[in-house]
């Protein structure tokens, strides 16, 4: 290829494209265009001078070459070859070939080689086929990512490789022609390197290896320089950097030759001056530097938009800047210069997922051993290290030890936690910590002003607020805001970035808070139609709260702050505002399997209140703490704010007044027999209330009590109704006494067998009398107390899902979570027993249906082990006419018009409903989906529902081996009955 009709023209490369670069830089930034500058342009002269060697000039004389006009030292000539043989078909091609013309003009120009002048319209034009080629610069962390088949040339650009070559000049101080050339040992350095590692790239490298430096890749990046990288995501070519004389830390002043495409790509730190609130970090890096302590496996990690990426590109500058300046890197010396250009052979970006393979890691590692070409340090910086696997961290580890002085790797992580012990172990770990709101701020600031952007400073505090600590995602929100061509106001940014002022906020949870429930409501809805969605709501709010858990006493609080914390400035409602963070963490999970976000949203925002009591306040915590020393969960009072119970004094002695209150309710019972049982067999447990509503926990030693209990649960709602003047929710808890296995000590085992509302309206009452109440023990009962809606009421056929929603949502709240029980359909078929006698036949479905306590009662005679749904510790819904309840059945499911699963598979089956802290299980005894599968089951068909006294967890509930501690234990009465 070589032959003796190659022509060579030596320029001086460094000056031509200091110029170049300077006439780039020059850009009017507000416009893009050149137009300020086109005198400047027209005065550049590309010169050759008698030895062929091409130079560029500016005519200015101000910015003559020999003056080297932006500073930089003078570089040596680089030698341009030219293939003339291939000179024909070359120049075809290179038309279509980004920066072609360029070359074109500059190949024709070779024929006139007194003086070539480069003028505006063929830069310009060069610029934007240049700006269309290289898309993104490799500055973008995406860029680094891209497949390298992307960046392949087309045919054409291969083929105008081939025209231009760099060589260096005879001269042998010249520096850059050392690092510039083509044919030099980087070729030979990385193509073999190559062949191995990117074997579908074999033959594309190796050309390219071949084919060195042409000019037009020294202007500017051009694809074919990112392609001679085998390792680095492109030939991301850093502008030039120029001193910002103006900036009193010397900043370097930004002078791409190329729009960046964000904020964040523009203002990407080019030194360590420019990294923000990363100091530690940089003076350690910086000291290993100068101190030599240079090691060869560094890993930076931390959050997102943070700057590892930037610090690692620029700790490896730092590395090679051979500049004798403290602060490194210069940005002035050779070193700085090929590496801010991208054309850096020493410095390269791994692209993880190209080596992650135990082959690919080992080339990598041999072709690292190969000395740098040019530079004191070859660095490889590995972006998302945590993507390699084990193996491939093995073969990188083992190697790592025998590896030069001069190879240093750098890996970045957002995720150390995700990378084996013995890799993080080995390294140099350095934590970009996430910044902190005021650095964001000034940088934001810094840009806004540079940018000439509108902005009002509490806009920018704002943004900074809201970017989680990441530089990163604060300048993608100014950039979007900018976008808009307005003012950046404080208003602008909420409404942009979705979120909700904190006034507004804080208005919200103050409703939410105070059991406001109707505006709650409206005020929830309003923010969610307008603007928000319910994830980031939630996410705000419980990031609000921790705010004010957090700055209780910082002065810098706004006046709405002050005014929120002057209203709940209690300890009792600081723990009101713990509490809403748990809830509001359970609601962020639940939200994101949901598809009715809105509505759960609401429900928990009613929880906040309405849970505050049950969850316990300050002044039950001791009489709490004792209580689960006594292995008794659930005793708390909460006094209610209307006084009553203050009245009854039962914050002093809360067992005590439990059975006060147990005891005048019992006393105004008519019915002796029922008021000696209550008494003697029942007890009231523990009492949560809240403004309007208190819930009663009653305990029963026995099931036969508890059975007996529930008959009467409207009378009893209604005893304690009367004492407490408040409607009332009753839960009916049966506790057993069980030897435990290890000792003969008596456990308890408290089962929540039975949960209902009792809102008493009296009319109704009267005429629907509970069971075992007469007219006379009811009517002394139900005086003046309104009536409320019951809280869940759920049809007694909920056949559909759909049904049971609407029914939940008719609810008046405290519904936590819903779904179907899909996933344990298989579980369930497997561990089923269809054969079981009572309940895995028809024959014995007939058997059970006419025996009410068959298969669950204690007097079962049946297979109980086998039994699914006892197994399942589920009880069987008697039969009682009495209360118009009807026959529940296990999700019973016909298939082949014979019973054979106990838990169907049909969608109603298994679904569930966490209400008021407790789960429900609802499902129906008859296949939805088959008619003729019904059998008549329908007319006897019945809502299923079992309550379990926890939230949803349904491992607990499914899973084989711990079914027989699971927690769901008890049906409850379908409180569709409840009327
Ligand atoms: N500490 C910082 N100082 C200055 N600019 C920063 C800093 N952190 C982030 N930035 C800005 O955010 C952009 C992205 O930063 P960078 O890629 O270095 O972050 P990163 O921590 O590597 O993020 P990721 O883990 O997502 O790759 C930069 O272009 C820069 O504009
Ligand atoms: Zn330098």
């Keep these: 290829m070589m032959d003796g009709r190659r022509h060579s023209v030596d320029i001086p490369i460094s000056r031509t494209l200091v110029a170049l670069r300077r006439v780039r830089s020059l850009r009017d930034p507000s416009t893009n265009s050149m137009s300020k500058f086109s005198t400047l342009l027209e005065n550049v002269n590309w010169e050759t001078t008698s030895s062929h060697e091409l130079s560029l000039r500016l005519m200015n004389d101000r910015d003559a070459v020999g003056s080297s006009p932006v500073g930089f030292p003078g570089f040596g000539n680089v030698a341009l070859e030219q293939h003339k043989e291939d000179e024909v078909t070359d120049m075809g091609d290179l038309a279509a070939y980004p920066g072609g013309k360029v070359a074109e003009e500059l190949d024709n120009c070779e024929s006139n080689p007194k003086e070539i002048l480069v003028n505006q319209p063929l830069i310009e034009r060069y610029e934007r086929q240049m700006e269309l080629a290289c898309a993104s610069p490799l500055e973008d962390v995406d860029s680094t990512s891209e497949p390298m088949e992307t960046r392949d040339p087309p045919a054409s650009r291969e083929k105008s490789r081939h025209k231009y070559h760099v060589q260096p000049s005879s001269l042998g101080g010249d520096i850059l022609s050392r690092v510039g050339s083509p044919s030099l040992s980087m070729s030979e350095a990385f193509s073999s390197r190559s062949a191995s590692l990117y074997q579908d790239e074999d033959a594309n490298f190796a050309v390219q290896s071949e084919r060195g430096c042409g000019i037009t890749c020294c202007w500017s990046r051009t694809p074919r320089l990112r392609e001679s990288y085998p390792y680095s995501s492109g030939g991301e070519s850093y502008p030039l950097l120029s ?149 491939t961290w093995s073969t990188f580890l083992n190697s790592l030890e025998n590896l030069s002085q001069h190879v240093v790797f750098l890996m970045i992580t957002p995720d150390v936690d995700k990378l084996p012990r013995s890799a993080v172990a080995r390294a140099q770990r350095y934590h970009f910590q996430m910044l902190k709101d005021s650095d964001i701020a000034v940088r934001l600031r810094d840009i806004c002003v540079q940018e000439r952007l509108d902005f009002e400073q509490v806009a920018l505090d704002l943004i900074a607020a809201k970017s989680n600590g990441s530089l990163r995602d604060a300048e993608m929100m100014l950039d979007q805001l900018s976008l808009l061509g307005k003012r950046i106001t404080v208003s602008l940014v909420y409404e942009l970035i979705g979120v909700v002022s904190d006034d507004e906020m804080l208005d919200l949870l103050d409703l939410a808070l105070s059991s406001d429930t109707s505006n709650t409501v409206i005020k929830a809805r309003e923010l969610m ?392 299980v609802c499902g129906s005894d008859y296949d939805t989906n088959n008619s003729k599968s019904e059998n008549g ?43």
């Excluded at 620029?314 to 590395?319: K, P, R, T």
């Excluded at 491992?955 to 049906?971: I, N």
């Design 529 to 920: 139609r307008s603007r928000i969605d319910p994830t980031q709501l939630v996410s705000q709010l419980a990031n609000l709260i921790m705010d004010i858990l957090a700055s209780k006493s910082e002065e810098d609080n706004s006046e709405a702050r002050k005014r929120f914390s002057m209203r709940h400035a209690s300890e009792a409602d600081m723990q009101r505002l713990r509490n809403a963070l748990k809830i509001l963490s359970e609601t962020e999970k639940q939200l994101r399997m949901s598809k009715s976000q809105s509505t759960w949203l609401t429900v928990a925002l009613l929880q906040l209140s309405s849970l505050e009591n049950s969850l316990g306040a300050n002044d039950s915590k001791s009489s709490c703490r004792s209580a689960h020393e006594k292995g008794e969960s659930h005793k708390h009072i909460v006094p209610c704010s209307c006084g009553k119970l203050h009245q009854l004094g039962i914050e002093r002695d809360w067992e005590a007044t439990l059975e006060s209150i147990w005891d005048k309710a019992t006393q105004l019972c008519r019915s002796n027999s029922l008021k000696s049982f209550l008494r003697k067999q029942g007890k009231l447990s523990a009492l949560s209330v809240n403004q309007d509503l208190a819930i009663a926990e009653l305990q029963f030693h026995h099931r036969d009590s508890v059975s007996k209990a529930e008959r009467s649960w409207k009378l009893i709602a209604s005893l304690l109704q009367s004492i407490l003047g408040c409607n009332v929710e009753i839960r009916i808890n049966l506790v057993l006494y069980a030897p435990t296995s290890r000792c003969a000590r008596l456990r308890k085992l408290s089962f929540g067998l039975f949960n209902c509302s009792r809102r008493i309206q009296q009319k109704k009452a009267k005429s629907s009398l509970p069971y075992g109440s007469s007219d006379s023990d009811y009517s002394d009962l139900t005086s003046e107390k309104p009536m409320i809606k019951d809280k869940v009421v759920l049809p007694e056929s909920c056949h559909h899902r759909l049904e049971m929603v609407r029914a939940l949502r008719s609810a008046e709240g405290n519904v936590l979570s819903m779904g179907t029980t899909s996933s344990h359909r298989s579980l369930l078929q497997d561990n089923a027993a269809p054969k079981t006698p009572g309940c895995g036949t028809e024959s014995v479905k007939k058997e059970w249906e006419s025996n009410h306590d068959c298969g669950f009662s204690q007097d079962c005679k049946e297979d109980q082990s086998r039994c699914f749904p006892r197994k399942l510790g589920l009880q069987r819904r008697s039969c009682s006419p009495e209360n118009n309840t009807r026959v529940i059945y296990v999700g019973n499911k016909l298939q082949d018009n014979s019973l054979q699963l106990p838990i169907s598979n049909s969608e109603s089956a298994g679904t569930y409903a966490c209400i008021d802290g407790g789960t429900y």
């Design 243 to 391: 001193r910002d004389e103006a900036s009193p830390h010397g900043r370097w002043k930004y002078t791409s030759n190329e729009t960046p495409r964000s904020l964040s790509q523009k203002f990407r730190p080019r030194s360590f001056n420019d990294m923000v609130g990363q100091n530690v970090v940089v003076r350690s890096l910086l000291g290993a530097i100068s101190r030599g302590r240079v090691t060869s496996f560094y890993l930076f990690h931390g959050p997102r938009g943070t700057g590892k990426t930037s610090a690692s590109r620029i700790f490896a500058a730092a590395l090679n800047c051979i500049s004798l300046e403290e602060h490194k890197p210069c940005g002035l010396c050779r070193e700085c210069l090929v590496f801010f250009s991208g054309r850096s052979r020493d410095v390269k970006e791994v692209d993880p997922t190209r080596v992650n393979r135990v082959d690919r890691m080992r080339s990598l590692m041999k072709s690292a051993e190969t000395p740098p070409v040019s530079s004191r340090f070859k660095v490889l910086i590995v972006d998302e290290c945590h993507l390699l696997d084990e193996e």
């Design 937 to 979: 089951l329908r007319d006897q068909s019945a809502t299923l529902c079992w309550r379990t006294p926890v939230s949803p967890r349904r491992k607990e509930w499914w899973v084989p081996h711990e079914r027989q501690r699971s927690p769901l234990v008890g049906w409850v009465l379908p409180c569709g009955t409840a009327k």
